[in-house]
């Protein structure tokens, strides 16, 4: 028995296409967005403290810490910057606004803060249980 298919019209054809496009757009947007969160999560909260056969001094220790932070924040600040960034060009394309703002968006803003507060909290916590170790 032969069943026939039918055959997608034009304009089927063509909202299938658009919906790709946009699907693809937003995994292209999101897939950095993705890099960021891990690259905050990753981040030494603390600098390595190699062996040393004798203790360090405290003022040692804060001018390490100091330093150490001093160069990591600018790099969390971009990490943030570029999830921001990326956050309003889905705004642009599913709304053409790019306010960062948008109310039928906030589920979504609501998610990424999430992600960079548990990526924060576990940086926190590897940085405290390094302290411990």
């Known amino acids: 028995m032969y069943v026939a298919v039918e055959t997608p ?3 089927q054809t063509q909202a299938l296409g658009n919906m790709h496009a946009l699907l693809t757009s937003l995994h292209n947007h999101t897939t950095p967005m ?3 969160i891990t690259h905050i999560a990753a981040t030494p ?11 360090t001094t405290l003022p ?3 001018a ?11 790099q969390l600040q971009q990490a943030w910057q570029g999830i921001a960034t990326q956050l ?7 709304l053409g606004t790019e306010s960062g703002r948008a109310e039928s968006l906030a589920v979504l803003y609501r ?16 940085g405290r249980v390094a302290v411990c170790v």
């Open 9 to 11: 019209t034009h304009p």
């Open 60 to 62: 040692t220790l804060i």
């Open 64 to 74: 390490k810490i100091t330093q150490h932070l001093t160069a990591i924040v600018p």
């Open 45 to 55: 909260l603390l600098p390595p403290s190699p062996p040393s056969p004798s203790p």
């Open 111 to 126: 998610h990424w803060e999430k992600q960079v507060y548990e990526a924060l909290v576990h940086m926190v916590v590897q």
């Open 34 to 36: 993705h890099t960021a």
């Open 88 to 94: 309003k060009a889905i705004e642009m394309l599913l």
